[in-house]
């Protein structure tokens, strides 16, 4: 298998409504709180757009040894991987290399304690490759620590929308 690119991705640059109300959700919240990011007490994901809510994920961040377990896992994400890691760790994704990109972005996250966008690029066994786009945004119950991570993906509408948007960034 080839390696699994990601890039970060300005997300202010780009047009994809749902990402962007969610984000603006997002900073409506952590203002609010007057703190590093809400908490996910804070958080009601039916005030999210609902098209968006199928392709959210939220991991419960563990911190010595660092571990993401999937506290609520989408349902168009389980339909994209054909299995459901609700409970389980961020490590049990399958193949290994994309287990590692995927913890290596959410360790972003908990490091920057701020949001992060990437644009993912994953080779297929068929030659081709699929790409998404993933917003993750930190959440704190105490205000200082990150404890969990919102995930919010983007598939795109048209079949090389996200393609052309990852060779020109």
């Not at 911190?63 to 991987?81: C, E, K, M, N, V």
């Not at 360790?107 to 068929?126: A, H, R, Y």
């Amino acid at each position: 298998m080839q390696d699994i690119r990601y890039k970060l991705l300005d997300l202010n640059d780009h047009l994809f409504p749902n990402l962007r109300k969610t984000s603006e959700y997002w900073s409506a919240k952590r203002d609010a709180a007057g703190t590093i990011a809400p908490a996910w007490s804070d958080i009601n994901l039916l005030d999210l757009p609902t098209e968006l809510l199928p392709k959210i994920c939220v991991v419960d961040v563990q911190q010595d040894p660092l571990d993401f377990t999937y506290r609520y896992w989408g349902t168009a994400i389980t339909s994209l991987h054909h299995y459901d890691l609700s409970g389980k760790s961020v490590h049990c994704l399958t193949p290994p290399e994309y287990a590692q990109c995927i913890w290596d972005q959410y360790s972003v996250v908990c490091s920057t304690m701020q949001p992060q966008t990437f644009i993912t690029e994953i080779p297929m066994e068929s030659g081709y490759f699929t790409f998404y786009i993933a917003m993750r945004l930190p959440l704190s119950s105490d205000g200082k620590t990150i404890d969990k991570i919102l995930a919010a993906e983007e598939f795109g509408k048209e079949r090389d929308q996200l393609r052309k948007l990852f060779e020109q960034i």
